[in-house]
C-alpha cells in the first residue's frame, strides 16, 4: 500500500497511516486527515464485495447500538478496501453493554438466517428456516463437523456424540418456540468496546436472525464478561431460567470453529462438552 494507492481512496488530506490491530483476517490502520481520524480495513486480492456482509452488519446493528459509521467501501488495484468512522477507544460500565445486546436481539424476523450466505474460512449457510433446531443442526454444526472431518480433525467417536447431541437439539425445538433476533455473530469481549466518553459499542459484526442464546453463548468461551454486562442484559431482555441447561449447545458451535481454524489444541474442550450426550 503506497502513496498512488492511498491517492485513490475517496478520504483527502491523508496526513499519515498508522498500522493497528484489526484481528487475523484484515490489514487494518488508522487513517489522519487535517480534520479527524478513520479507521481503514484492507483485505489484498479480493472483491470489494468482500466487505458488503460486514456493512450490512453495521447498518442493522446501528438500529440499536453505537457501532462505526461505515464511511465508504470499494476496490484499488484488485485490493477490497472499507472506511469506517475512528471510534477512540475508553471504559464503560458492563451494565450498559448488556443493555445495548439486549437492544440489539429485541429487533426481530418472522426466520430464522440471513438473505445470503457467508463465505470464507469457515461457510455459513443461512438459508432461510421457520425452526431454529433445523437452522441449527444443519446449517451450522453438521457444516463445521463436515469441514472438520474433511481436514483430518474429526473422528468417529466425536461424529457419534455430535448426532446425539443434534437429536436432542431437533426434538428440543420441535416444541419449544424460538424467536428469531438480530445476532451480532461474533461476540466475543474482541469484539465489543468502550468509547472515549464510556459508551458501550460493537464492532466487526458477523450477521444473522437466530436465537439469542447462540450469541450469548460466545460471551461465555473466552472471557471477558462480567456479572454487571448478564445483570444488563437480563434487566433489559430476561433470558428463559433454563438458558444454562442448552448454553454447552452453543459454546459447541464457537469450539469447534476453533478446532477447524486452529487444530487439535481445540479437540479437549470439544470434546468435553460432546462427552455430555
Not at 471510534?87 to 418472522?110: E, K, M, R, S
Request: net charge negative; charged share 15%; hydrophobic share 40%.
Amino acid at each position: 500500500m503506497d502513496h498512488t494507492w492511498l491517492q485513490q481512496l475517496p478520504i483527502k488530506s491523508i496526513t499519515s497511516v498508522t498500522p493497528v490491530s484489526g484481528g487475523d483476517i484484515n490489514q487494518a490502520y488508522r487513517l489522519e486527515t487535517a480534520s479527524k481520524p478513520y479507521f481503514l480495513l484492507v483485505q489484498p486480492n479480493r472483491e470489494q464485495t468482500f466487505y458488503q456482509h460486514e456493512i450490512e452488519g453495521l447498518k442493522l446493528l446501528a438500529q440499536a447500538a453505537l457501532v462505526p459509521e461505515v464511511i465508504a467501501s470499494g476496490q484499488i488495484n484488485g485490493d477490497a478496501y472499507l472506511i469506517l468512522s475512528w471510534l477512540d477507544a475508553g471504559n464503560g460500565n458492563q451494565y450498559d453493554l448488556g443493555q445495548l445486546v439486549a437492544h440489539v436481539h429485541q429487533i426481530h424476523h418472522d426466520q430464522f438466517g440471513f438473505d445470503h450466505d457467508v463465505t470464507g474460512k469457515l461457510p455459513k449457510i443461512n438459508t432461510w428456516q421457520a425452526n431454529w433446531g433445523d437452522f441449527y443442526v444443519h446449517q451450522r454444526l453438521e457444516v463445521l463437523a463436515k469441514r472438520a472431518a474433511e481436514h483430518g480433525l474429526w473422528n468417529q467417536n466425536r461424529q457419534g456424540h455430535l448426532q446425539r447431541l443434534c437429536q436432542i437439539i431437533l426434538d428440543y425445538y420441535q416444541t419449544h418456540e424460538s424467536m428469531p433476533s438480530l445476532l451480532h455473530g461474533d461476540l466475543w469481549f474482541g469484539n465489543v468496546m468502550f468509547t472515549a466518553d464510556g459508551k458501550p459499542a460493537l464492532i466487526d459484526p458477523d450477521v444473522l436472525y437466530g436465537e439469542r442464546e447462540f450469541d450469548l453463548a460466545m460471551t461465555t468461551v473466552f472471557g471477558g464478561f462480567n456479572d454487571q454486562f448478564y445483570k444488563g442484559y437480563n434487566d433489559t431482555y430476561p433470558l428463559e431460567a433454563d438458558f444454562q441447561q442448552r448454553l454447552p449447545w452453543y459454546q459447541l458451535y464457537y469450539l469447534m470453529a476453533h478446532l477447524n481454524l486452529f487444530g487439535e489444541s481445540y479437540g479437549g474442550s470439544v470434546d468435553r462438552i460432546l462427552s455430555a450426550y
